[in-house]
């Protein structure tokens, strides 16, 4: 069996957002389309068991088969900042973070993306393209009710100091836990709801803490006995604010500076097992479980490591071409601005020369009797 893995904020390896993680094997198959658009991360998964729908950071959709050949692109015309996507009633709901609402997108009878309805957005909030409370997933429990994480009204000092996240069930307008550390991934198992306390490490249900497990947690998904849990490594700089965050040593442990797959038992929440994948991502945002009977893809050989080594090595040689080409301008912009100050310094010297001359001050009362000639003329002219 694999996993689908959705990589966010891959900034120097920005092809490289969306991996097939083969257990068997331990090995990870890089899922690189040729996107319309340009994002350095994967966020929502989802499929019906026909296709597998991707939103992309910052982007759009991308709808594929099992054997990951794309069979949809689709830009959205609404949705601002995807992240979260749950499967409601034969269509979508979408995150949509950037505006902090969520939108059904309705799909045509091949199972395509067709166009986007408002589904819900907080009584007190109008409509903004701002990122206000950080909405970021959903799930839909079997009887339909639709529940959602967010952060709350951002703290002025950033998302890492917003402590007041909700758990809230938007289908009868319920709160049902507040206070949150940075809520992700509400996720319904059976009867209960769970998601990640992502700045805590911890495991939580509707009814409180079920476990603890490190990391930045983001990303559930199930097999037919573990459910797993992605830990993401803490982020040392604010994407946000880039600075450096203060409550890290809070939470430090060994997990908090590697990413992992965990995996735990669906009965008592014990930990089975751990994988470390930190070598494809520093973060994971959503994770979906493949049989391998539905996979159409054949496994590749090469190597995920080397391959995002290589895209590493390449984008950074870009970025290096890039400062180059902007020192040779500084230098270029430093010698102009040099022989504009000596063109000064000598104009300055040539005045000061002439003014220091005997022929000027000589010529000086001849100068000032023609200063006053013309203005008398300008005042008889009045």
Known sequence: MSLL????NQVFTPNLRLGLYHESGDKLQW?????????????????NGKWIYVSYQKAGLAVY???????????????????????????????????????????????????EEL????????????????VNSLSVSKNGEVFITLFGNKNPKGWEKTLCGELVNISSNQVILRGLQNPHTAYCLGNKILFCESLTGKLWDQKGMVCQLGGYLRGITEDETNLIVASSARRKISKSQGIIKERIGEFESHLNSGTYLIYLDKKNF????????????????????????????????????????QSFEHNLLGLVGKMEG??????????????????????????????????????????KIKQRVESFKKNKNK
């Open 5 to 8: 893995i959705g990589f966010p």
């Open 31 to 47: 899922i690189i389309p040729d996107l319309p658009w340009k994002t350095s991360g994967a966020t929502g998964i989802a499929s």
């Open 65 to 115: 088969d099992f054997g990951f050949q794309i069979r949809q692109f689709y830009e959205y015309k609404f949705v601002n900042d995807p992240h979260s996507l749950k499967f409601y009633k034969d269509n979508i709901l979408v995150v949509s973070s950037g505006t902090n609402e969520i939108y059904k997108l309705f799909l045509d009878d091949k199972g395509f993306a067709d166009h």
């Open 119 to 134: 589904f819900w957005r907080p009584a007190d909030l109008n409509k903004t393209q701002k990122d206000l409370i950080h």
């Open 270 to 309: 014990q930990i089975k097992k751990k994988k470390k994948v930190s070598c494809y991502g520093n973060e994971i945002f959503d994770l979906l479980w493949i049989p391998a009977s539905k996979l159409e893809l054949e496994y590749t050989l090469q190597d995920a490591k080397d391959l995002r080594i």
């Open 326 to 367: 902007l020192c040779q301008e500084n230098q270029e912009k430093e010698r102009l601005i040099q022989l504009k100050q000596k063109s000064i310094l000598e104009k300055d010297y040539l005045i000061k020369s002439m003014e220091e001359s005997l022929s000027w001050r000589i010529t000086s009362p001849l100068r």
